[in-house]
């Protein structure tokens, strides 16, 4: 029996330390590192293609206005132009009087005579000809003026914008969420074992390999179960699955926080114990093992009994 868990104990410990082993855990981080990147970058693309999307929506808005007041202001130039045009045609003087009156026939808000110096910044005026004045006036700014009155819907309009991008991110984080959830879920089916929810030979193996690489101090003690093909045999796989669930609840209970304990598969079960431990310490716990594992197992109407075997690597 000792021959054999030390031909293992050696294979375990040597497979670990070798570049393949290396090389997986490498692998593994760095697919670790892929999956959880993706789900960042898909959120963090969501963010940015909403901030984008806000970003033309707001600028082609203040172009689609300065648009819109610019031709209005140019259409009031031009109809200013014609009726000055007319008027000095026709021989028409123009003074307050004359200006004020055509800037109620061609829509001129404020129409007055004035000289460049004095024209306000929000005003446009065209010369008059032979004269030092010019036909000055406040425009009509038709694309801030429409803006302004479409403000209620405007609000209406950025709430739902607001609420939109919130659902959008909410939908983003929760599938993101679920990625990285359904990708640990694969991870733990993939290093647990499915009846005993212990770590199985490949998560052991990532165990000691991690161990390995950390330079963490550490001991082994692989327990065999003797007798456990007799109740199998006996009382049916369903009793045999049941007592090797008791048997890996009951060395849980008998782990340390920062031990590791593994089904290798069968009836063969190891505990790593992560830190420095002295012989007389593993002595101990597998004292504790023995005793706590060889007590009779209540399985439904059955009562079972095995022996364990506890080797020390």
Same mark, same amino acid.
């Given at each position: ?153 405007? +609000? !209406?309009?950025?709430? &739902?914008? =607001? #609420? ?6 909410? @939908? $983003? ?73 008791? +048997? !890996?609840?009951?060395? &849980?209970? =008998? #782990? ?6 593994? @089904? $290798? ?49």
């Amino acid at each position: 029996m000792g021959s054999r868990w030390t031909k293992m104990a050696q294979h375990i410990l040597l497979a670990a330390d070798t570049a393949g082993a290396r090389q997986y855990r490498i692998g593994q981080q760095s697919l670790d590192a892929r999956y959880e990147l993706r789900s960042s970058r898909l959120v963090l693309a969501g963010i940015v293609g909403i901030i984008v999307l806000a970003g033309i929506f707001l600028v082609g808005s203040i172009y689609a206005v300065q648009g819109i007041d610019n031709r209005a202001i140019s259409a009031e130039r031009d109809r200013a132009m014609i009726a000055v045009g007319l008027l000095q045609q026709a021989g028409v003087a123009m003074d307050s009087v004359s200006a004020q009156k055509l800037g109620r026939d061609y829509v001129l808000q404020g129409a007055h005579l004035s000289p460049p110096a004095n024209v306000e910044p929000d005003e446009t005026f065209v010369p008059l000809a032979g004269t030092a004045l010019v036909l000055a006036w406040t425009p009509r700014r038709l694309g801030s003026e429409t803006a302004v009155s479409v403000a209620p819907m405007r +609000v !209406a309009a950025s709430v &739902g914008i =607001l #609420a939109a991008v919130i659902f959008i991110m909410f @939908r $983003l984080y929760r599938l993101a969420r679920d990625l990285e959830v359904r990708r640990r879920d694969a991870r733990d089916q993939a290093t647990r074992d499915p009846l005993t929810a212990l770590v199985n030979r490949r998560g052991f193996s990532e165990a000691l390999d991690a161990a390995f690489a950390a330079g963490t101090p550490m001991s082994l003690l692989y327990i065999d179960l003797d007798r456990f093909k007799q109740v199998n045999d006996r009382y049916g796989h369903a009793i045999g699955d049941e007592l090797l669930t008791c +048997v !890996a609840q009951r060395l &849980g209970h =008998l #782990a340390g926080p920062d031990d590791c304990v593994a @089904r $290798l598969g069968g009836d063969e079960f190891v505990l790593l114990r992560r830190g420095p431990a002295s012989q007389d310490e593993l002595g101990e716990l597998a004292g504790r093992i023995h005793q706590r594992i060889s007590l009779p197992y209540g399985l439904g109407e059955v009562e079972a009994e095995i022996q364990i075997a506890v080797e020390r690597a």
